[in-house]
């Protein structure tokens, strides 16, 4: 049988080369990728519960590690990305609209499962992620660029008021290869 890092490098070399070459189609490059998450995802969990890559890669050892891994609270988005990925992409071959719109839903996991794997393994995975065509707006980009550069800032809670905010909603988005969010807020009336 193969091992985890064998198992990892197989699905990450078969996303990366999808992207690679068909990155103008992205249909069909999102159909592709799709038939490979789940293994990518599964690798990973392995790889974090064993803390090895020499271990073998088979079905008690995943079972264990998803077990684990949804256990582990700072994990959780991995267990929610293993069961968005579960009925999408076992059983089902998607038309290219509907994987397209897919991935656009699990870029955010996929960009968090490579940076979790690099921390804790130092394994890179998922290195030309960035060449996926997400075809957004220009003018929103350049605005959740605005919003990550303010986020970023050293000391932005420097203000002497002790306000309460309440946050109502929080949105992810995509700058510079990593996910920021941006959140509406209201402080309480005072009356």
Known sequence: MVNVAEHIK?????????????HSQRDLLSQNILGQLRNLVEGV?????????????????IEASLSWVKANGRLNFVTRFH???????SHYTFDGDTSERLMLRYYEYMLRLRTLLYDEASVVILNNLELFPLDQ??????????????????????????????????RPFITGGRVSTKSRSTRPSTE
């Open 10 to 22: 197989a699905a990450d070399a078969v996303i990366c080369d999808n992207i690679a070459r068909l």
């Open 45 to 61: 969990a392995v790889r974090l519960h064993t803390g090895s890559g020499d271990v073998e890669y088979n079905y008690d050892a």
């Open 83 to 89: 069961t968005l990925l579960k009925p999408s992409v």
């Open 137 to 170: 707006d220009p003018a929103l980009a350049e605005y959740h660029e605005k919003i990550s550069v303010e986020i970023d800032k050293p000391g932005r809670v420097t203000s002497a008021r002790h306000d309460r905010f309440y946050i109502h909603k929080t």
